[in-house]
């Protein structure tokens, strides 16, 4: 047998741990009775430190090490295909990225983040800052820690931005966000700031069933067959779990209105085509797994916004939508297209419209790179956080609840994941603009219910190939340019024009 | 710290390991997307692979050996609870057992009844025995080679029972047997063999929320509260699985009719509590682990036959039954309880009632242990089957399929597993006779709704002690005689001669 070969054979069951580790956290979101949550942690700490020691092992090292020079990425074997190739240059990476971190900070890192998010919940209940403050103190200084284990040229912040969106730097996040930030702001200035005149057609209860009933029409266009190789429940916070490309896990919101959930169904859907997407043959390598939590969040909002929020899929879905909801035969779908679509500031990113997203992204940025470069105070971030909601959206929170406390990030650890929220819709808006303009018959035949093609062409363009291709090169290979904001701000232009916006 | 606590330190994991075996078997008969089936195998036989590696290791032995002779079960260190030394003799047994399954015959027999399984299945659809012959009998080769493995004096049959009920010989249970058989046959002999009058009340269909609505009134009385510790799912076969005393799940099956649900919530519920009522403190030792599967069956059958199908517990529920399925409104109590315990042979075991239900293991009994010890033949099944069924039954099945075919147990390789069917019957009667000496007003307390001294009662006699004390002892303790069937005997001779059956 081949070294590459013996590699996979002898080493697949890490990635059988990973689906393991997956399926028990999908479980305790959706299934798990409450009272199991102390043993849950056990189980998860275990096949925790069970992955730490097989994806950190002498063995593992050498057997990688006889393939690729795991420093310098040069490859000492022949006869690889471009897959196999880059499948050892991922390993190589995740290898090193792995080894960085020691044991006993791991341990101490999830000991704290644990602790933090239990704190947070608190704090965000009875907006109290000052309760969450000394555990945000310890998150940010084991952040710093992590960035210096994981080591960097540039920011401390570019070793975290590293882990979720690999290959973009602080300073080309920096550069795209102040772009996009002139941009939007001008936008913002141009709304009325006032609530969506249709809003009353929304403040009625619901039966949960004629939700699910209108959700199944979405998903099996989509071409999400429940309980085939997916499956779609109800939990907290909704997400996606891909576990295996047969097994793609994704839930809604149970007690959110019907337009978020909607919309919560289509955004989780995008990520779930892009799980089910992924190589079946390489499940075990890096060519299996996404590429980028940016292109994740792109997938996502590709489904939710550039084709949810559009024209021809409601011209398909709204009579459908007003048969099953009655009470909106009296909204046209002109009205309909107008409420839901309509931009007004607002405190919590979680409900944000499309102008206004990128710029709670833009502030969380802002706030957790200096917070990493240790420029700022964490005692400080209340008023900054204030200040800048005031300087972008013109808004104040009326407390940190729904202020600096609102989302779970900081306390779960997770410095430089926010950005890439932006990133996704940057690399929608470039990518669409390039199926446009292969597809110009795009509007008509979603208008028609046809829904195929379009997922056929991001699984031949982006799914298909893992992590195989970094993000530059799958933008570039599609859009034929780098990555840039330029189609994204074309897009928002043309449709809020178009919407008589602005 | 002790060998005894570093012991549990040290290898608790192996708890945690079976505890996510158990959660990915119930998530496959309850969650997974249908195309998952191949990596969910793939999962499962890894983990297996790591429980075997984990649970038969040198430091595995050389750690127990340091506390306790494996072979002579002489323990070597001091100042033990009875518990303690409990869980040192169990832990000793159980890796005597596993070490005397070599990795390659455990591998080859998973390999073999998964396969055997599946060709099952088909032959059950097709009533064709042919088909399944070869497999049963590479099956039941590979059973005679595990009773060589693991040991046995008398007969190789003793040593696969001690797998399901240890402490129970091949003898014991054929004295047992043929006295149970020599009275049921009587009792069977006076039934009428006919129909139910009242079956035709129960020939409509109903909606599933009217069933679960009267399922939750159930599991409110019996102390079972979903989604707190444990929680009730649909599946094609119900079963219970206890992953820790804060985490038991139990199924009931999608498609049956409504007293077969009813009666699968209280079985299963049955088997719910003992799970629940194990010791949360023990959750990584052996006296965290119920008994035997008898006793566990006998937990089941208490709930759903002794209490279920007794008078004082329709007298509670039969008016929100008829609430809840107003069609039952002109079906009085009385006879509502004469149908619920009507006796008719039928061919198929899961819908045998309380009397024939014995004979059924009887049957399966003898002919699988003549199987094991090699004086039939596979090919000889279906006829000696047909013909035991005539003689106990005084029918005979159309085919196969609702004959020989109609089990999985010997195609899942289970043989020894039947008689504790019908232990837990005995084991149930025996002790619920001691119960109705200690409350000899239970009727009246569960006439009027009141489930809580039972379940307080089966929790404190039997439930919280695991594996502590054999099955035997805590027969005898509850009891204070061994183990017989006279109890089962009168409890049915008293039943059936109130209800003017015989």
Redesign the interface.
């Known amino acids: 047998m081949s070294l590459y070969k013996d590699f996979i054979e002898k080493f697949s069951?890490i990635q059988?741990?990973r689906?393991?580790e997956q399926?028990?956290e999908w479980?305790q979101q959706v299934?798990?009775?409450?009272?199991?949550v102390?043993?849950?942690s056990?189980?998860l700490a275990?096949?925790a430190s069970l992955l730490y020691k097989e994806t950190t092992s002498a063995a593992y090292r050498d057997a990688l090490e006889a393939m690729i020079d795991i420093n310098t990425e040069n490859i000492k074997i022949k006869d690889l295909s471009f897959t196999e190739a880059a499948n050892l240059r991922e390993w190589a990476r995740d290898f090193k990225r792995m080894t960085k971190l020691t044991k006993s900070f791991i341990q101490t890192y999830y000991t704290v983040v644990t602790k933090a998010t239990e704190v947070w919940k608190e704090a965000k209940k009875t907006a109290n800052f000052a309760l969450f403050s000394p555990w945000l103190q310890k998150v940010v200084a084991l952040n710093q820690e992590k960035a210096n284990l994981l080591g960097y040229t540039t920011t401390p912040y570019d070793a975290l931005l590293d882990l979720y969106e690999p290959g973009i730097t602080t300073e080309d996040l920096s550069s795209l966000f102040s772009d996009l930030e002139y941009f939007l702001l001008d936008k913002v200035k141009r709304t009325s700031g006032k609530n969506s005149p249709y809003e009353v057609y929304f403040e009625g209860s619901f039966a949960q069933a004629d939700l699910m009933s209108f959700n199944q029409l979405i998903l099996d266009s989509l071409g999400l067959y429940n309980?085939?190789?997916?499956?779609v429940d109800f939990s907290v916070h909704p997400f996606c779990m891909g576990?295996?490309p047969?097994?793609?896990?994704f839930t809604i919101h149970k007690d959110n209105g019907l337009l978020e959930n909607i919309f919560a169904t289509l955004h989780e859907g995008g990520h779930a085509l892009y799980e089910l997407g992924l190589s079946k043959e390489e499940?075990a390598t890096p060519a299996g797994q996404a590429a980028s939590m940016g292109l994740h969040e792109s997938q996502s909002r590709w489904w939710e916004v550039m084709v949810g929020k559009s024209l021809p899929f409601w011209k398909y879905f709204y009579p459908k939508f007003q048969m099953i909801f009655p009470q909106f035969k009296q909204l046209a779908l002109s009205d309909f297209y107008q409420h839901i679509n309509h931009i007004r500031p607002s405190c919590v990113r979680i409900y944000a419209d499309e102008i206004t997203y990128p710029l709670h992204i833009i502030l969380r940025f802002k706030l957790e790179k200096q917070l990493i470069e240790g420029t700022i105070e964490v005692e400080d971030v209340p008023h900054l956080w204030n200040d800048e909601m005031k300087r972008l959206l013109g808004i104040t929170p009326t407390n940190d609840a729904e202020g600096c406390l609102q989302d779970i990030h900081w306390s779960s650890g997770s410095f430089g994941y926010f950005p890439t929220y932006a990133l996704g819709n940057i690399y929608a808006a470039q990518c669409f603009h390039a199926f446009e303009q292969s597809f110009p018959a795009w509007k008509e035949n979603i208008a028609t219910g046809k829904f195929s093609f379009m997922r056929d062409w991001l699984r031949e363009r982006i799914h298909q190939f893992g992590r195989i291709y970094s993000v530059a090169q799958i933008i570039q290979s599609i859009t034929e340019t780098p990555m840039a904001v330029q189609s994204y701000k074309e897009y928002i232009t043309q449709k809020y024009t178009n919407l008589a916006i602005f």
Chains 1, 2 share one sequence.
């Open positions: 069951h059988l741990l689906q393991i399926l028990l479980d299934c798990m009775p409450a009272a199991a102390e043993i849950r056990k189980q275990y096949l309980n085939h190789n997916s499956r576990i295996h047969t097994d793609v896990r499940w």
